[in-house]
């Protein structure tokens, strides 16, 4: 089992950046991944990162956010440049055990979220 604590989220305009930040309480074995939940609409994958450093986007995500991760910190990143009103939402970290890792797979482990404001 692993644990989850998600930071970084915040209100910021239009135009801006946030790197959102996920703390895992074990190694880098998992599978992880970042998803996000606006209000009044069904919660989506964004992106994952596996065990080997190799990332999937949803298809929906723009080249603007990137997912990376720090082995050495067992820690998760999500940046997101040039924020827009639509990528209001709570954001979620994941953890997979096995099998193959994209954001469109269910997940076993989450954290309590983070909020992301983007004000027009």
């Known amino acids: 089992q692993v644990r989850l604590v998600e930071s970084g989220g915040d209100s910021v305009q239009a135009g801006g950046s946030l790197r959102l930040s996920c703390a895992a309480s074990?190694?880098?074995?998992?599978?992880m991944g970042w998803f996000r939940q606006a209000p009044g609409k069904e919660r989506e994958g964004v992106a994952t990162?596996?065990?080997?450093?190799?990332?999937s986007y949803a298809d929906s995500v723009p080249a603007r956010i990137t997912i990376s991760k720090d082995n050495t910190k067992n820690t998760l990143y999500l940046q997101m440049n040039s924020l827009k009103p639509e990528d209001t939402a709570m954001y979620y970290c994941?953890?997979?055990?096995?099998?193959?890792?994209?954001?469109?797979?269910?997940?076993?482990?989450w954290g309590q979220g983070t909020q992301v404001t983007a004000a027009s």
């Open positions: 994941a953890a997979r055990g096995s099998g193959h890792c994209h954001p469109g797979r269910v997940f076993d482990y």
């Open positions: 074990r190694d880098d074995r998992y599978c």
């Open positions: 990162v596996d065990s080997d450093g190799s990332t």
